[in-house]
C-alpha cells in the first residue's frame, strides 16, 4: 500500500549542531505536512507545503517540498533544547486519508 | 490550541470489553479523524468523518467503529477490546483537510 517513510529514526546532537530529517513517499502528494511532538505532549502542525520544489523558513527550520512531490526535507540550524522531540511528516494517499511517517525522534545535548 | 478535548484521558480496561472513547471540539471544524500512536509506528489512521454521519475507515480500522451524530462530538468505539489495542488514541480536527489540530490524547490499556 500507499506508505510515507521517514528516515532517521533517532538523531542525538549536541546544542548548536544542525539536523535533518527526511521524508519520503511511494505515491505523488498533494502536500506535505510537518508536525512535532513533544515528549509526552500531543503532535502540533507546523506547515504545509504544497507546490513542488517549494522551500518555506520558520526561523531556524528549513522545510523542502522536492520537485516530483514525493519526499520532503526538514532542516534545523544550530539546535536548542527547545527543538527535543519527534518531528513528523504527513501525505494524503487520497482525499481524507492522511499517512504520516514513523517520525524522528530529536534529543539535544546542551 | 484548538478546543479539542479528549476522555477519559486514561483507561484500564479488560479483554473483551466494549470502551468508548470521546473526541470533542469547540472549532466547528468539519473533520474530524482517530489515530493510534504505537512506538515504532508513528501516527496511524484508524478512522475519520468528513461531515456529520458521514464516516469512513482508515489505515487500521479493523475492531474499531465511530459515530458523529453532531459536528462537535466524533466517539471511537472498540467492540470488545484486545491486548493489541493498548495505544495512545489522539483524535484531531480539520477545517480543510489540511492541518490538523490534535487533542491531548487517551492512553488505553487493555488487560
Known amino acids: 500500500g500507499q506508505q510515507v517513510m521517514q528516515i532517521p529514526q533517532y538523531q542525538h546532537v549536541q546544542e548548536g549542531e544542525d539536523f535533518t530529517t527526511y521524508c519520503n513517499s511511494s505515491?505523488?502528494?498533494?502536500?506535505i505536512q510537518w508536525y512535532k511532538q513533544r515528549p509526552g505532549g500531543h503532535p502540533v502542525f507546523l506547515i504545509q507545503?504544497?507546490?513542488?520544489?517549494e522551500v518555506k523558513k520558520q526561523k531556524r527550520l528549513t522545510f523542502q517540498f522536492g520537485e516530483a512531490k514525493k519526499n520532503s526535507s526538514l532542516h534545523i540550524t544550530a539546535t536548542q533544547t527547545t527543538d527535543v522531540g519527534t518531528y513528523f511528516c504527513a501525505g494524503p494517499v487520497n482525499n481524507n486519508d492522511m499517512r504520516f511517517g514513523a517520525g524522528t525522534r530529536l534529543t539535544v545535548k546542551p | 490550541d484548538a478546543g479539542i478535548t479528549q476522555s477519559p484521558r486514561h483507561k484500564v480496561t479488560e479483554t473483551g470489553t466494549p470502551v468508548t472513547l470521546r473526541c470533542h471540539q469547540t472549532e466547528n471544524h468539519r473533520y474530524m479523524y482517530w489515530y493510534r500512536q504505537d512506538p515504532g509506528h508513528g501516527l496511524r489512521l484508524i478512522h475519520y468523518s468528513y461531515g456529520v454521519k458521514d464516516t469512513d475507515k482508515g489505515e487500521v480500522s479493523d475492531g474499531y467503529s465511530v459515530s458523529r451524530s453532531k459536528t462537535e462530538d466524533f466517539l471511537l468505539t472498540l467492540e470488545s477490546a484486545t491486548s493489541s489495542q493498548t495505544s495512545v488514541y489522539f483524535c484531531?480536527?480539520?477545517?480543510?483537510?489540511?492541518?490538523?489540530?490534535f487533542g491531548p490524547g487517551t492512553r488505553l490499556l487493555v488487560l
Open positions: 507545503l504544497v507546490k513542488s520544489g
Open positions: 505515491t505523488t502528494l498533494s502536500n
Open positions: 484531531a480536527i480539520s477545517e480543510t483537510r489540511t492541518a490538523q489540530y
